[in-house]
């Protein structure tokens, strides 16, 4: 099976704009997580979409947003962006299955605000 | 709620040498474990995931862990580094609603 896909790999953003960024599960996962990742902060749980419906959220503003389609690729969006926001977002999908629901992550998408 | 300590920061051996990656965890109920690997510029790779079922937890290329429920520990080991193995570890916990919650990662150096 293909693995965790996310695009764009790289991004160059600047404060104000807005950006999307995508990812696309195994095949045959319905749950896909995002995590934010900086030297700072670690990395922190944004949040969980299964079957196109947002299920946990961590403690992000409103800024941070995401849906799910039918076919279970994920987008998250952020608006208004600010020069914290350059991190690693990393995209990571389960097939919410089993005591132990392994996520497997994508290779994330590098954004940077200048 | 739950949380990972990572005792170290970062840790340094020779090639060849045990590696030692220390992980103490919190959590209110039995937990599932999990050790991750992220080299430079990559995404994150599973490198082993205990869920109760034994308490020596073999992963990929050659690390192991073993879950102590008495010293709420998960410590990763590998007898013998390799210089492929240089890489940050993440050790995480899931918690009742199957969310990860990360340590803060350990930087492992291998010297030639």
């Known amino acids: 099976k293909a693995g965790v896909t996310q695009t764009p790999r790289y991004l160059i953003k600047t404060r104000g704009q807005q950006v999307t960024l995508s990812c696309s599960p195994i095949s045959g996962h319905r749950s896909v997580s995002w995590y934010q990742q900086t030297p700072g902060q670690g990395l922190q749980f944004l949040f969980e979409?299964?079957?196109?419906?947002?299920?946990n959220k961590g403690n992000f503003p409103g800024r941070f947003s995401g849906r799910q389609f039918s076919n279970s690729r994920s987008e998250m969006n952020v608006s208004t962006l600010e020069l914290g926001d350059s991190a690693l977002y990393l995209c990571a999908s389960s097939d919410r299955q089993g005591a132990a629901d392994t996520q497997y992550f994508g290779p994330g998408t590098r954004l940077t605000v200048l | 709620a739950q949380s990972v300590t990572q005792l170290d920061s970062h840790v340094s051996v020779s090639e060849g040498t045990p590696v030692l990656l220390r992980c103490n965890y919190s959590s209110s109920y039995s937990p599932s474990l999990f050790w991750y690997v992220q080299h430079p510029n990559k995404g994150l790779q599973l490198l082993l995931k205990?869920?109760?079922?034994?308490?020596l937890v073999k992963g990929i290329n050659g690390f192991e862990a073993e879950f102590k429920k008495s010293e709420t520990s998960f410590h990763l080991t590998k007898p013998s580094a390799h210089m492929s193995d240089a890489a940050e570890y993440f050790c995480?916990?899931?918690?009742?609603?199957?969310?990860?919650?990360f340590g803060p990662g350990t930087r492992l150096s291998v010297l030639p």
């Open positions: 205990y869920t109760s079922a034994a308490t």
């Open positions: 979409y299964f079957s196109e419906t947002q299920r």
């Open positions: 995480v916990v899931s918690d009742k609603a199957k969310n990860f919650v």
